[in-house]
């Protein structure tokens, strides 16, 4: 059985830092795209960060270019988010998810994500 499990939120500071981590576990995920999403309240989810776990090739959304660093560690099957200089708009639940890199899209059945881990940035 597939897991992601999502760890490290919490309630910082503004211009505080925070590493959320992500177990991967129940398959390979060497031909899977990770990803990052983010879901505040009354909004939509929407993309973070993502990063292929065989190339570690990266992608950002342009909200978080430059201050959130995605990585992986292939020996502990865990994936990384580390997040500087949050603010306000950074306040959501984060999500780790899993696609296989032959898939485009982040919906439908194949798609796996975490149950999610809460990030409170005070101002």
């Known amino acids: 059985q597939v897991q992601l499990v999502e760890s490290g939120g919490g309630l910082v500071q503004a211009g505080d830092s925070l590493r959320l981590s992500c177990v991967a576990s129940?398959?390979?995920?060497?031909?899977?795209?990770m990803g990052w999403f983010r879901q505040a309240p009354g909004k939509e989810r929407e993309f973070v960060a993502t990063?292929?776990?065989?190339?570690?090739?990266?992608f950002y959304a342009d909200s978080v270019k430059g201050r959130f660093t995605i990585s992986r560690d292939n020996a502990k099957n865990t994936v990384y988010l580390q997040m500087n200089s949050l603010n306000a708009e950074d306040t959501a639940v984060y999500y780790c998810?899993?696609?296989?890199?032959?898939?485009?899209?982040?919906?439908?059945?194949?798609?796996?994500w975490g149950q999610g881990t809460q990030v409170t940035v005070s101002s």
């Open positions: 129940g398959r390979t995920f060497s031909n899977y795209v």
């Open positions: 998810a899993a696609r296989p890199v032959y898939i485009s899209t982040w919906r439908g059945d194949e798609i796996y």
């Open positions: 990063i292929n776990w065989n190339t570690g090739s990266t």
